[in-house]
């Protein structure tokens, strides 16, 4: 009854906003609590189901952006003409330099081990920037205020979405490798790095996605609001419901879109209910709970570990697809710590780490106080100060503090929550 209260209430917080605002604002909120939801769910898989401390989620969602230009954005011919070749061979060339380093230090030992190995790094590293830079530079150099990368392969834009997790869950796998032998702290600052490293070569390999150019335009799986607007049928149905064309269109794209994200939610949401109550979810949870013993009973914990960090990443890297399929470009600058790492930790936190519906309900919640907040401060600041004199610098102070609501708000949220409820509005069972 909880459970079911709890959503009716945020249901009643969208629906609220329709009706005192917009639809399009209220189906806006929906589509993006939905994907939120998505990488709740991801996060939660990670440390409610393992105990896995992530903070690079950031990383991830970033990678399945990426995976909706290099699969949908047609290929750029003179790009590739220019210069793929080379740069196909320099990346392959720098793979063999680390695979060839990783062979040499496996079969060697004394001094020769650490000369010999950073040897095999630096002639490697050579040869490999004399191959790429001047297949980087050329391809760069074509239409560089409307190209200037290699594009993607012009398949639909669906296809993207498991590829995003495909590309998340491979990262995901060469951090944990690493990592997730070593104490958890280190897994925290190793994903920490690896997602601004991410980042950091989204806005510097031009030639990848654009950099800071953007790509723009991306397709859709939806239909376009101006075909729609163009089309007398659907104008004609829009009036049977007292609605114009523009209105009807950006609401008619918008459901279409809520309906994929709901329909990915629910498949994920069934198959993270199916883990958690199977016997790999009770082993995952016996670990968390208590490593030495689960060790002590013959489980391989770091291969369990990093069964879930691959598969919890791999989510993420869907829902990060899934935004940037409904953004329709790719913006590297917009990819922040604070938006794609600290509020899907407080979604999770919120909802009930260790319960895949409170995961989802902290998605939808939070992203719903995320957007409302600053235009209820705003209103309310206005109340507050409408007797006060225009010019007043109290009056001037308090306005311009608005836009410090979100964070003010997270924070207190996130205060109370811990402190009335620690375990989450929806505890695990």
Same mark, same amino acid.
């Not at 209430?9 to 909120?29: R, Y």
């Not at 230009?69 to 060339?93: D, E, H, K, R, T």
């Not at 106080?369 to 001037?396: C, F, N, R, Y």
């Given at each position: 009854?909880?459970?079911?209260?709890?959503?009716?209430?945020?249901?009643?917080?969208? *629906?609220?906003?329709?009706?005192?605002?917009?639809?399009?604002?209220?189906?806006?909120?929906?589509?993006?609590?939905?994907?939120?939801?998505? #990488?709740?769910?991801?996060?939660?898989?990670?440390?409610?189901?393992?105990?896995?401390? &992530?903070?690079?989620?950031?990383?991830?969602?970033?990678?399945?952006? *990426?995976?909706?230009?290099?699969?949908?954005?047609?290929?750029?011919?003179?790009?590739?003409?220019?210069?793929?070749?080379?740069?196909?061979?320099?990346?392959?060339?720098?793979?063999?330099?680390?695979?060839?380093? $990783?062979?040499?230090?496996? /079969?060697?030992?004394?001094?020769?081990?650490?000369?010999?190995?950073?040897?095999?790094?630096?002639?490697?590293?050579?040869?490999?920037?004399? $191959?790429?830079?001047?297949?980087?530079?050329?391809?760069?150099?074509?239409?560089?205020?409307?190209?200037?990368?290699?594009?993607?392969?012009?398949?639909?834009?669906?296809?993207?979405?498991?590829?995003?997790?495909?590309?998340?869950?491979?990262?995901?796998?060469?951090?944990?490798? @690493?990592?997730?032998?070593?104490?958890?702290?280190?897994?925290?600052?190793?994903?920490?790095?690896?997602?601004?490293?991410?980042?950091?070569?989204?806005? &510097?390999?031009?030639? *990848?996605?654009?950099?800071?150019? &953007?790509?723009?335009?991306?397709?859709?799986?939806?239909?376009?609001?101006?075909?729609?607007?163009?089309?007398?049928?659907? =104008?004609?149905?829009?009036?049977?419901?007292?609605?114009?064309?523009?209105?009807?269109? @950006?609401?008619?794209?918008?459901?279409?879109?809520?309906? !994929?994200?709901?329909? =990915?939610?629910?498949?994920?949401?069934?198959?993270?209910?199916?883990?958690?109550?199977?016997?790999?979810?009770?082993? #995952?949870?016996?670990? /968390?709970?208590?490593?030495?013993?689960?060790?002590?009973?013959?489980?391989?914990? @770091?291969?369990?570990?990093?069964?879930?960090?691959?598969?919890?990443?791999?989510?993420?890297?869907?829902?990060?697809?899934?935004?940037? @399929?409904?953004?329709?470009?790719?913006?590297?600058?917009?990819?922040?710590?604070?938006?794609?790492?600290?509020?899907?930790?407080?979604?999770?936190?919120?909802?009930?780490?260790?319960?895949?519906?409170?995961?989802?309900?902290?998605?939808?919640?939070?992203?719903?106080?995320? $957007?409302?907040?600053?235009?209820?401060?705003?209103?309310?600041?206005?109340?507050?100060?409408?007797? #006060?004199?225009?010019?007043?610098?109290?009056?001037?102070?308090? !306005?311009?503090? $608005?836009?410090?609501?979100?964070? !003010?708000?997270?924070?207190?949220?996130?205060?109370?929550?811990?402190?009335?409820?620690?375990?989450?509005?929806?505890?695990?069972?």
């Amino acid at each position: 009854m909880k459970t079911v209260l709890l959503f009716a209430a945020v249901a009643g917080l969208i *629906l609220g906003t329709g009706f005192l605002q917009s639809w399009n604002s209220a189906l806006l909120i929906l589509n993006m609590g939905l994907i939120s939801a998505v #990488m709740a769910l991801g996060v939660n898989l990670q440390w409610g189901l393992a105990g896995l401390f &992530n903070v690079g989620i950031m990383g991830f969602v970033a990678l399945g952006g *990426l995976a909706v230009v290099l699969i949908s954005m047609p290929p750029v011919s003179a790009a590739w003409q220019a210069g793929g070749g080379g740069i196909l061979l320099g990346l392959v060339l720098g793979a063999a330099t680390i695979v060839a380093a $990783v062979l040499f230090w496996a /079969r060697t030992s004394g001094k020769l081990r650490g000369w010999g190995t950073a040897g095999v790094l630096l002639v490697g590293m050579i040869i490999y920037r004399m $191959v790429l830079d001047p297949s980087v530079e050329a391809v760069e150099a074509v239409d560089p205020a409307l190209a200037g990368y290699l594009g993607g392969l012009g398949l639909p834009v669906l296809l993207a979405w498991p590829v995003g997790g495909l590309l998340a869950a491979g990262a995901a796998y060469v951090i944990g490798k @690493t990592a997730l032998g070593l104490r958890s702290d280190y897994l925290a600052i190793a994903t920490l790095g690896i997602a601004e490293i991410v980042i950091a070569i989204l806005k &510097n390999e031009d030639w *990848l996605a654009r950099g800071v150019k &953007n790509v723009i335009g991306l397709p859709r799986p939806v239909p376009y609001e101006v075909d729609l607007q163009n089309d007398p049928a659907f =104008v004609e149905r829009a009036a049977g419901f007292g609605l114009d064309g523009t209105t009807a269109s @950006t609401i008619y794209v918008k459901v279409e879109y809520g309906l !994929l994200f709901a329909a =990915v939610l629910i498949v994920l949401l069934v198959l993270s209910q199916l883990a958690l109550k199977s016997p790999w979810g009770r082993m #995952m949870r016996a670990i /968390r709970d208590n490593e030495t013993a689960a060790r002590a009973m013959g489980k391989d914990v @770091t291969a369990r570990h990093l069964q879930v960090f691959v598969l919890g990443s791999a989510i993420c890297g869907i829902a990060g697809a899934m935004m940037t @399929t409904l953004d329709g470009q790719l913006t590297p600058g917009s990819y922040q710590p604070l938006r794609y790492t600290f509020l899907i930790w407080v979604m999770v936190i919120v909802g009930g780490s260790g319960n895949n519906l409170g995961a989802v309900l902290g998605g939808f919640l939070i992203w719903f106080l995320w $957007v409302q907040v600053e235009p209820i401060g705003h209103l309310l600041m206005s109340l507050i100060t409408a007797g #006060m004199t225009d010019g007043s610098w109290l009056k001037a102070h308090l !306005l311009d503090s $608005v836009q410090h609501m979100r964070l !003010l708000t997270m924070g207190i949220i996130l205060l109370l929550v811990l402190r009335l409820y620690p375990r989450g509005l929806l505890p695990e069972r």
